[in-house]
């Protein structure tokens, strides 16, 4: 079983990849720690999400809707709906992923997220959003981040003039 881990306290664990359904679906195993930054709200281009509850409770909004997603519970996310989640819990959460069709969207993703996010100090907002629009799924950060994403790559660039 391939694993991913993140520095920010999040751990995707791939269950059944493309080549284990036929193509049909991915299916990956999210542990979300207290604590652990938020995915940037975003949609996916070219395929669906069935969200399924395993542990704890982990609160989604998907199209503005603000759903608390428990253990046996299950929410689908269709292409081109804007979505996000975040734990509030104050301990770890689980929940199981199956993204269809398989072929466009799996681990590579996750590994080359790691590669943007497992660093030393501030990462790199810009190559996020880049990392995930190759992989299909498409950034939507309202205000709030956009400005917090701008203070950071100031930041960045301050630190980077030394």
């Given at each position: 079983?391939?694993?991913?881990?993140?520095?920010?306290?999040?751990e995707v664990?791939?269950?059944?990849?493309a080549?284990d359904?036929?193509?049909k679906?991915?299916?990956?195993l999210?542990?979300?720690?207290?604590?652990?930054?938020?995915?940037?709200?975003?949609?996916h281009k070219?395929?669906?999400?069935?969200v399924?509850?395993e542990?704890?409770?982990?609160?989604?909004?998907v199209?503005?809707?603000?759903?608390?997603?428990?253990?046996?519970?299950?929410?689908?996310?269709p292409?081109?709906?804007?979505?996000?989640?975040?734990?509030?819990?104050?301990?770890a959460?689980?929940?199981?992923?199956?993204?269809?069709p398989?072929?466009?969207?799996g681990?590579?993703?996750?590994?080359d997220?790691a590669?943007?996010?497992?660093?030393?100090g501030?990462?790199?907002f810009?190559?996020?959003?880049?990392?995930?629009?190759?992989?299909?799924?498409?950034?939507?950060?309202?205000?709030?981040?956009k400005?917090?994403?701008?203070?950071?790559?100031?930041?960045r660039?301050?630190?980077?003039?030394?």
């Amino acid at each position: 079983m391939k694993s991913i881990i993140y520095n920010e306290g999040i751990e995707v664990h791939f269950l059944k990849e493309a080549e284990d359904t036929d193509n049909k679906y991915c299916e990956f195993l999210c542990v979300i720690k207290s604590g652990a930054r938020n995915p940037m709200p975003h949609y996916h281009k070219s395929f669906d999400e069935t969200v399924f509850g395993e542990k704890g409770t982990v609160i989604w909004t998907v199209d503005g809707k603000t759903t608390a997603l428990g253990p046996g519970e299950k929410l689908f996310i269709p292409r081109g709906v804007t979505h996000m989640f975040e734990n509030k819990s104050g301990q770890a959460v689980e929940f199981r992923c199956q993204t269809s069709p398989a072929n466009v969207f799996g681990a590579d993703y996750f590994e080359d997220i790691a590669t943007v996010l497992n660093i030393e100090g501030i990462p790199d907002f810009k190559k996020l959003q880049s990392v995930m629009t190759q992989h299909g799924l498409i950034p939507v950060p309202g205000l709030k981040r956009k400005i917090i994403f701008a203070i950071l790559g100031l930041i960045r660039k301050m630190k980077g003039a030394k």
